[in-house]
């Protein structure tokens, strides 16, 4: 073996190593907000109204005991009766409240505010953004 085999041989070698790393950016930002409308708009209702009539009707006789309430259609019958000394004790049917319940219909018009929101984004550039 010569010297030269003997040697021991060096070979270069170049390592190239990367890195990865984060940072935050603003790019821009965003507004939301709310533009609130108003409408007038007619509303129509059918309505109902209930009205009592009362009506006092003088009967004036003799009768041989209590009446009871009663109805008659509509009509609600309530009987007055009244003690009137005599010999004996009779009933008296002095007069009859008579109610009467009417049902009316009317046409109802009335105006009316509506309102309704909308929301709106706005969205502004970044400080640095060369769009801008």
Known sequence: MTSSENETQTLLTVEEQVGV??????????????????????????????????????IGRFVDGPIPD?????????????EVAVVEVRLKLVEEVRITRRTESRRMTEHVTLRRQDVVIDQDPAPNDPEA
């Open 70 to 82: 009663r109805q008659d259609g509509d009509t609600t019958v309530i009987s007055v009766i009244e």
């Open 21 to 58: 790393a984060k940072r935050r950016q603003v790019t821009g930002t965003v507004r939301a907000r709310t533009l609130s409308h108003e409408r007038e708009e007619t509303v129509e209702a059918d309505l109902s109204v209930e009205a009592l009539k009362v009506e006092r009707v003088p």
